[in-house]
Nanobody, 122 residues
Framework: QVQLVESGGGSVQAGGSLTLSCVVDTYIFARCGAISWYRQTPGKERQLISTIRQTGATIYRDSVEDRFTIDQDKSKNNVSLQIHNMKPEDTAAYFC???????????????WGQGTQVTVSS
């Protein structure tokens, strides 16, 4: 079964930092070529945060400014998301998944897990 496993969430004070980790199934890494991080709060739609392609090219949502950094370690099949200068509005469940833009077939059939919860207090 194809899987992506998120970890690294937790509770932090505003202004702090976290690094989220996503272990990517080898199949996805090889066939999809682009992994994204998303976040969601209760009652709201899932929001795309950032995407990284196998080439290393990155894309970010405008609203996250320069506080988020996505990276990949292909040797470990890992895609990370660093969040700096965290704000209470960053509080959400964070998910990694195939990129909707670059892997639409994989995205459309994706079964979402519980993600990793991030809570930022003021």
């Amino acid at each position: 079964q194809v899987q992506l496993v998120e970890s690294g969430g937790g509770s932090v004070q505003a202004g702090g930092s976290l690094t989220l980790s996503c272990v990517v199934d080898t199949y996805i890494f090889a066939r999809c070529g682009a992994i994204s991080w998303y976040r969601q709060t209760p009652g709201k739609e899932r929001q795309l945060i950032s995407t990284i392609r196998q080439t290393g090219a990155t894309i970010y949502r405008d609203s996250v400014e320069d506080r988020f950094t996505i990276d990949q370690d292909k040797s470990k099949n890992n895609v990370s998301l660093q969040i700096h200068n965290m704000k209470p509005e960053d509080t959400a469940a964070y998910f990694c998944a195939p990129s909707r833009a670059f892997c639409p077939a994989a995205y459309s059939s994706w079964t979402w897990g519980q993600g990793t919860q991030v809570t930022v207090s003021s």
